[in-house]
């Protein structure tokens, strides 16, 4: 069972930056897509951006495409997000999670399709 530990949530001013970080346990890290997801209070649960398992392969949601920029790091079993230029509407959980499938060759951005997640991370942009 693979464990994920999201960092690097805070409160930022609108316009500023902040890189959340994922840090997985176990050794099969690198045969998995990676995702990163979030949640604003009295809403579902909605794709931010993902990394395929060798990282040659990136998606973003279209909210945050140009701004954030998903990345891993295999020999430390971690994948980050950088987000810049934020907004008062980017405020929610942020979450990380692991595809159900190894070395899967379409990513899906169904948060159905992600079968471990991590506790999140508190992401708050002010006006």
């Known amino acids: 069972q693979v464990q994920l530990v999201e960092s690097g949530g805070g409160l930022v001013q609108a316009g500023g930056s902040l890189r959340l970080s994922c840090a997985a346990s176990?050794?099969?890290?690198?045969?998995?897509?990676m995702g990163w997801f979030r949640q604003a209070p009295g809403k579902d649960r909605e794709f931010v951006a993902a990394?395929?398992?060798?990282?040659?392969?990136?998606y973003y949601a279209d909210s945050v495409k140009g701004r954030f920029t998903i990345s891993r790091d295999n020999a430390k079993n971690t994948v980050y997000l950088q987000m810049n230029s934020l907004k008062p509407e980017d405020t929610a959980v942020y979450y990380c999670?692991?595809?159900?499938?190894?070395?899967?060759?379409?990513?899906?951005?169904?948060?159905?399709?992600?079968?471990?997640w991590g506790q999140g991370t508190q992401v708050t942009v002010s006006a």
């Open positions: 999670a692991r595809e159900r499938r190894p070395r899967s060759l379409v990513i899906s951005p169904s948060p159905a399709d992600f079968g471990s």
């Open positions: 176990g050794r099969t890290f690198s045969d998995y897509a």
């Open positions: 990394t395929s398992w060798s990282g040659g392969s990136t």
